[in-house]
């Protein structure tokens, strides 16, 4: 089973609003991983997790606020948006975040497309 | 610059016909991994295949095939007898060691096949 799931699947937020996107696998992965993707671009990393630790902030700005519970779980609190920030957001998981070697397969999960209004 | 090219943003092609999405990256590590993932409208990343960089030999999965050759840094896909449902984004992606599992993501090829 190679499924990272991810609530809700769409969300309309007004600039003032606070909200979270949840992110959910149950592969047993290690690292977990925030990306936003606007139309038409490639997706962009935001945070990195690995072992419930971030390790990896790609100088996001602070209203985007991860958090990693657990090891399955991994949320992105969201305050005071722009319009610009509306986009896809995906989550992905790895099994670590390297192993000597060894890069890792990222497996996505469906995504969260949020308005900013 | 950019770590991984995919020069052809959008190709049309009539059900049935092959297509080859081309992928050419740029790295000084001698082991990286190559990655493609396949993105329908719906939105997901959906994982196609990974290889290492000393794992030169051709890949072919049903009419997905995919060509490494390291001599030109290109990591070409290859579908055959396309359908309808391989319409999609379509992105070829690089890690390198030591970056903690940082995937440089290619702009995409937009694939659309026409019935």
């Known amino acids: 089973d190679t499924e990272v799931t991810q609530t809700p699947k769409h969300l309309v937020m007004g600039m003032t609003n606070k909200k979270s996107l949840k992110c959910e696998q149950h592969?047993?992965?290690?690292?977990m991983y925030w990306y936003k993707q606007k139309a038409k671009k490639p997706p962009e990393l935001m945070f990195v997790?690995?072992?419930?630790?971030?390790?990896i902030n790609e100088s996001v700005p602070s209203r985007f606020s991860p958090e990693c519970p657990n090891s399955s779980l991994l949320n992105l609190h969201l305050h005071a948006l722009q319009p610009e920030d509306s986009a896809l957001y995906l989550c992905a998981s790895s099994l670590t975040t390297s192993g000597g070697l060894k890069q890792e397969t990222q497996y996505f999960g469906p995504g969260t497309r949020l308005l900013v209004l | 610059a950019q770590k991984v090219t995919q020069a052809q943003t959008e190709i049309s092609v009539v059900e049935k016909e092959d297509v080859t999405l081309d992928c050419v990256y740029e790295?000084?590590?001698?082991?990286?991994?190559l990655f493609w993932y396949k993105q329908p409208p719906s939105g997901e990343l959906v994982f196609l295949i990974r290889?290492?960089?000393?794992?030169?030999q051709n890949e072919i999965s049903g009419r997905y095939s995919w060509n490494f050759q390291k001599s030109t840094s290109s990591f070409n896909f290859t579908i055959t007898a396309s359908q309808v449902v391989d319409s999609a984004v379509y992105f070829c992606a690089l890690s390198e060691v030591g970056t903690g599992n940082q995937f440089y993501f290619g702009t995409g090829t937009s694939l659309t096949v026409i019935p």
């Open positions: 290889r290492n960089s000393f794992d030169e």
């Open positions: 592969m047993g992965h290690r690292a």
């Open positions: 790295t000084r590590d001698t082991t990286y991994y």
């Open positions: 997790y690995s072992y419930e630790k971030l390790s």
